[in-house]
């Protein structure tokens, strides 16, 4: 029997890190210590008040049987509650809130309740993937808006081409972004929402890493900006804040009309986030917050160590004031795959090729701070013997 894959799996872009994935398992099976920078995956484990919670909620067996379809009330409304606390933020939590197995799925799944094939999402590049590739499984095409450092990595809307721009259905933005680590103001968010009302867009702010940032910023939410609940919804996610990436737990907000139709192709595709996730979430975001400061004191400590190693390495990164990402400028004589590639060969050293989040991200590294400060020192060693 022959086996061929569907036409929207071939138009997914080629998986770039496939050559990087392979030289790192054969550098590794040589023995050599890999550092590894390449995973935005949190090393620290969820704190034990979250996991106690889980265990408890676990033993109740009305937590075994199938979830409701847009999430427990109790965590709905604990998340109007946070949203109300952080950002000032009203929600009805009926119909104003859904929850989500992870933000991703719920990114993933949007493009299927709003874009027709043919429809344009405005997209941004470098980013992370899958604001694009649910657009190709929806049947549409994304239109890429370039994040560019002299735009202070926003994207340009004035850029956007009328014709685009009347098209496009959707438009997904991320602030603090990744892989940039670059962070949005209230005055591009307003922008959004005047370019969204001209055009009858609809924007998806994934705000994955808005509890992680240092010297004092607080990141804001997209909903803060007048008209924003008018235009669109925003992600959010446990994974990053509470180190739960394993749990599969995030949520949107906003739009009612917006989390409806997210809602209804969620009911048709899978069934809820598991109820005792759903209470430890609620012991996440209803506890003590101190497990969220110490998590911050931590990616801020591991950024110092590495900005400062790099740029005595002679690199020039850019500071993050948001998000465990540091992206990192290469010397001008070589490409992101080449620099990756090197590191990776000649100093153990795993970093993920700007170029791999979009075109534009030629001509940067990112570096995870998911590696322990002694770690990161020893990988500085590693880079200044090598020589940049
Ligand atoms: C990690 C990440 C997410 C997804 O997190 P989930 O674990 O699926 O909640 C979403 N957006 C960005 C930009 C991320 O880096």
């Not at 209804?264 to 969220?292: P, R």
């Not at 400061?293 to 990164?317: F, T």
Request: with cysteine.
């Amino acid at each position: 029997m022959q086996i061929e894959r569907a036409e929207r799996l071939k138009k997914l872009p080629p998986y770039l890190f496939k050559e990087l994935d392979r030289l790192r398992d054969e550098v590794r099976a040589q023995g050599v210590d890999i550092i590894d920078f390449g995973v935005g995956d949190p090393d620290l484990p969820t704190p034990d008040h979250i996991v106690e919670a889980l265990k408890k909620a676990v033993e109740d067996p009305s937590t075994h049987r199938y979830p409701s379809y847009s999430g427990m009330n109790d965590f709905r409304d604990c998340v109007a509650r946070w949203y109300k606390k952080r950002f000032g933020v009203d929600l009805d939590p009926a119909r104003e809130v859904i929850v989500l197995i992870g933000s991703k799925e719920g990114i993933a799944h949007i493009p299927l309740a709003f874009i027709n094939p043919g429809d344009l999402a405005l997209v941004p590049t470098p980013a992370y993937p899958v604001y694009h590739t649910g657009t190709i499984f929806a049947g549409g095409e994304s239109y890429f808006m370039p994040l560019l450092e002299e735009n202070d990595f926003l994207p340009d809307l004035n850029a956007i081409p009328e014709d685009v721009a009347e098209k496009a259905r959707m438009m997904f933005i991320n602030y603090p972004n990744n892989p940039t680590s670059a962070v949005a103001e209230e005055d591009f968010f307003r922008r959004v929402v005047d370019f969204a009302r001209t055009y009858n867009i609809i924007v998806c702010h994934d705000a994955a890493y808005s509890e992680l940032a240092f010297d004092g910023y607080k990141p804001m939410s997209f909903l803060q900006v007048e008209g924003a609940k008018e235009v669109g919804i925003e992600f959010h996610s446990l994974s990053k804040t509470y180190n739960m990436t394993g749990w599969r737990l995030g949520f949107a907000v906003g739009n009612a009309e917006v989390i409806q139709g997210l809602g209804q192709v969620k009911s048709n595709i899978d069934s809820g986030a598991f109820n005792a996730v759903q209470m430890a979430g609620i012991a996440a975001l209803e506890g003590d917050q101190t497990c969220v400061e110490e998590n911050c004191r931590i990616y801020k400590e591991r950024r110092d160590v590495l900005v400062a190693g790099l740029r005595s390495a002679g690199l020039k990164p850019i500071v993050p004031k948001a998000t465990f990402y540091v992206w990192c400028r290469i010397p001008e004589n070589t490409t992101s795959t080449d620099f990756s590639m090197r590191l990776l060969k000649e100093a153990g050293i795993v970093t993920t090729p700007g170029n791999g989040f979009g075109e534009p991200g030629e001509g940067y590294v990112r570096f995870a701070l998911t590696v322990p400060v002694e770690r990161i020192e020893e990988a500085i060693e590693r880079i200044k013997k090598l020589g940049v």
